[in-house]
């Protein structure tokens, strides 16, 4: 089952330099994305989230973008710091708000290193 | 700032013995789920849970698995008998009625 796939492992960033972390899905009935990040021994963190009628999403230092043609999804993180190397994952649900029960399909996850 | 809780942090036990993992969502959140991640694998859905019933449940979570919210604040995850395949982190989130889930700091099941 690969339906939320992160064809990356790994990712290493210059501190002060943008990261950007990429994210497919085949599933065209997903309608909402989030991004999590997760440091080892730890529960994955709601970084950001973005809804299928928009495009963008921004939050401070992260934007998602969505291009739901290409069934892409990326987060931006500008300026990176040391403080965001973790494991970033991409995970897609089907109707997530309202009564929708929501579950969420995972990526492999991305480690991202910013170097100081 | 309100977070998921879960006891224990790590839970050791034998095949075959029954173990409870336990959650407390965020206090107004309506809809509960627990996922697991095995070691080098994705995190993978095992079951929500809304107005006091499951709403949905994914294959992995088969009959030796149970949950219940037996008061207005805990979750449970009972397996009934543990595996040796049962190892892995469980993790409980909680949503309220917007999309993002919130995770608890995980229990680490191992089962010997």
């Known amino acids: 089952d690969q339906q939320v796939k992160q064809n990356s492992p790994s990712l290493s960033v210059q501190e002060g330099r943008i990261s950007i972390l990429n994210c497919d899905y085949t599933n065209s009935m997903f309608d909402y994305f989030l991004w999590y990040k997760k440091y080892p021994a730890e529960g994955p963190t709601f970084l950001i989230s973005?809804?299928?009628?928009?495009d963008k999403n921004e939050d401070g230092r992260f934007t998602v973008f969505l291009n739901k043609s290409a069934k892409h999804l990326s987060l931006h993180i500008v300026p990176s710091q040391p403080g965001d190397s973790a494991v970033y994952f991409c995970?897609?649900?089907?109707?997530?708000?309202?009564?929708?029960?929501?579950?969420?399909?995972f990526g492999q996850g991305t480690i991202l290193t910013v170097h100081p | 700032e309100p977070e998921v809780t879960q006891t224990p942090s790590h839970q050791v036990t034998q095949m075959g013995q029954e173990v409870i993992l336990r959650c407390v969502p965020i206090?107004?959140?309506?809809?509960f789920y627990w996922y697991r991640q095995i070691l080098g694998q994705k995190v993978e859905f095992l079951v929500s849970f809304y107005n006091n019933e499951i709403s949905e449940k994914s294959e992995i979570f088969d009959d030796q698995f149970s949950v219940e919210r037996p008061d207005g604040s805990n979750f449970t995850l009972k397996i009934r008998s543990t595996k040796l395949e049962d190892s892995a982190m469980y993790f409980c989130a909680s949503r309220g009625q917007g999309g993002e889930q919130y995770f608890g700091p995980g229990t680490r099941l191992t089962v010997t």
């Open positions: 995970a897609a649900s089907e109707g997530a708000g309202g009564t929708s029960y929501g579950k969420l399909t």
């Open positions: 206090s107004n959140h309506l809809y």
């Open positions: 973005i809804s299928s009628i928009k």
